[in-house]
């Protein structure tokens, strides 16, 4: 049958019969837990039908039949205590397989950390963990185990590693770290630690790195073959979850983040590259020292050690007033040499600020400025 007449049917049962889709609800229950696996998505789910029963108007003929309202209400009351259930119920399974994932997870990077390299069978395991839990909880992961080293040698290791592991789908997890994981820890919802030293400056070394290089290769695919088809939709759902236009919003100028519809992949990874430095812009505006601003210094020294035309790239949205405001605040952590290297001296405008910069060096008080 088709959905016109599927409908009808509903509203027909609801209507007519009060008790009657309360036993179509148990039954679908019953055979979503027992029955076999509707692997196909040929028959509508339990919660489904019940969001369609609890939101069925009123039959025309309501008021001629005998306590029909009160059969009603009843009815409308039992659906929707049987959805709250099923709702917490998936919650409950769901936390239970994101906390069998992540012990999965961690024991396979106990064994990558105690060998110090990633072997085949590692990797592809590492992709099917990847596969499973999604882009978003992938990157969480990664980064909640780059947060838990302290010495020097341990944490530029972990870097190459999760450098290293992101490559199963460099596009798609340096989207979701731009704009759900960078955002998160500076809007400050209880992830302060994470701007810390170390962790700070590792964050943004490995910002630099995954951006660099997904820069470099627009176009590069996943590792996973099964995430090659309908790539575009599958990383426009990743950008415009509505979590991650909140966290944006709150990170940048507090303005509703737009949806992207039909963007493609490099279109979606320089939105994300334009936002970075939105949420840059509005850090730099406070004026005050605190880790946020000490993020966003080392995401500039990052880019800085990289190529000429990796730098640029990268800090190509960077506008000149925000640079020369952090100079003013900063200025021994801005040799002449670091100057010449942030704009594009092949260009007019690019040659013209970065004059401007060394300007601005040469009249800053010499017990301020950075020892050549």
């Not at 008790?19 to 040929?42: D, K, M, Y």
């Not at 185990?145 to 290293?164: A, T």
């Not at 627009?218 to 990743?238: A, D, H, I, M, Q």
């Not at 260009?347 to 950075?370: D, H, Q, Y």
Request: glycine share 4%; charged share 20%.
């Amino acid at each position: 049958i088709n959905q016109e007449t599927y409908n009808r049917l509903l509203h027909l049962l609801a209507s007519k019969m009060c008790c009657f889709p309360i036993c179509i609800a148990s039954w679908l229950v019953s055979s979503e837990h027992f029955g076999e696996q509707n692997l196909s998505r040929t028959r509508p789910s339990p919660l489904e039908v019940l969001d369609q029963f609890v939101s069925m108007p009123e039959g025309e003929d309501s008021d001629t039949r005998p306590f029909f309202a009160k059969r009603n209400i009843m009815m409308k009351n039992i659906l929707t205590i049987m959805r709250k259930e099923i709702i917490a119920l998936k919650q409950n399974e769901d936390c239970d397989n994101l906390t069998r994932l992540s012990a999965s997870f961690t024991k396979l990077w106990d064994s990558m950390w105690t060998q110090s390299q990633l072997t085949l069978q590692g990797t592809k395991e590492m992709a099917r963990l990847y596969s499973t839990g999604g882009t978003h909880w992938y990157v969480k992961m990664l980064i909640s185990k780059l947060n838990s080293q302290v010495y020097s040698e341990e944490v530029s290791k972990c870097v190459d590693i999760v450098f290293s592991l992101m490559h199963i789908d460099l596009p798609a997890c340096t989207l979701s770290l731009l704009i759900n994981t960078i955002p998160t820890i500076l809007s400050g919802d209880g992830h302060m630690e994470s701007l810390c030293y170390p962790a700070g400056a590792t964050l943004a070394r490995l910002t630099v790195h995954c951006l660099a290089a997904t820069l470099r290769s627009k176009n590069s695919g996943p590792y996973t073959p099964n995430k090659r088809k309908y790539r575009s939709v599958e990383l426009s759902e990743l950008c415009n979850q509505a979590t991650v236009r909140v966290k944006l919003r709150k990170a940048g100028s507090g303005e509703a983040v737009p949806t992207l519809t039909n963007a493609s992949q490099e279109q979606l990874i320089m939105k994300a590259h334009n936002s970075i430095y939105q949420m840059f812009n509005q850090i730099c505006m406070t004026s005050n020292k605190n880790p946020k601003l000490e993020f966003v210094y080392s995401f500039i020294e990052e880019s800085i050690k990289l190529e000429a035309a990796d730098c640029c790239a990268l800090l190509s949205p960077l506008t000149a007033s925000v640079l020369y405001h952090l100079v003013r605040m900063e200025p021994a952590r801005f040799p002449p040499q670091a100057m010449l290297r942030i704009f594009d001296t092949s260009s007019a405008k690019g040659r013209r600020n970065a004059l401007t910069g060394l300007c601005l060096l040469r009249n800053i008080p010499p017990e301020k400025l950075p020892e050549s």
